[in-house]
C-alpha cells in the first residue's frame, strides 16, 4: 500500500509540474495549494480531474477540489485514496 501511495505521489506530481509549471525552478511542495493559489485553474481542474479518472482510475467531481478541501498534493492524494 505504501509503494502505491508513492506512485500515485509522483504520478500526480509530476502531471502538476509538467502540465501547469513547467518552467519552475523550485519543487512543489506536498502542502502547497494549487487552486485557491490559481496554479490550476478552472479549466485545469477539469483537465486534473480528467488525469486523475483516466490515468488513476479513480472518478472525482470537480467540486470535490478547492480551498477546504482537496487543494494541495497531500489533500488531493487523500481523497483519491478515499476513493479507491
Given at each position: 500500500?505504501?509503494?502505491?501511495?508513492?506512485?500515485?505521489?509522483?504520478?500526480?506530481?509530476?502531471?502538476?509540474?509538467?502540465?501547469?509549471?513547467?518552467?519552475?525552478?523550485?519543487?512543489?511542495?506536498?502542502?502547497?495549494?494549487?487552486i485557491s493559489?490559481?496554479?490550476?485553474?478552472?479549466?485545469?481542474?477539469?483537465?486534473?480531474?480528467?488525469?486523475?479518472?483516466?490515468?488513476?482510475?479513480?472518478?472525482?467531481?470537480?467540486?470535490?477540489?478547492?480551498?477546504?478541501?482537496?487543494?494541495?498534493?497531500?489533500?488531493i492524494l487523500?481523497?483519491?485514496?478515499?476513493?479507491?
Open positions: 500500500m505504501a509503494g502505491e501511495r508513492a506512485e500515485t505521489a509522483a504520478t500526480l506530481r509530476a502531471f502538476v509540474m509538467q502540465r501547469y509549471l513547467p518552467d519552475r525552478a523550485r519543487p512543489l511542495s506536498d502542502d502547497e495549494p494549487l493559489s490559481g496554479i490550476v485553474d478552472s479549466m485545469g481542474l477539469v483537465d486534473l480531474t480528467l488525469f486523475i479518472e483516466e490515468d488513476l482510475g479513480v472518478f472525482l467531481s470537480p467540486d470535490e477540489f478547492g480551498e477546504g478541501r482537496a487543494d494541495t498534493l497531500t489533500q487523500a481523497l483519491i485514496e478515499r476513493q479507491r
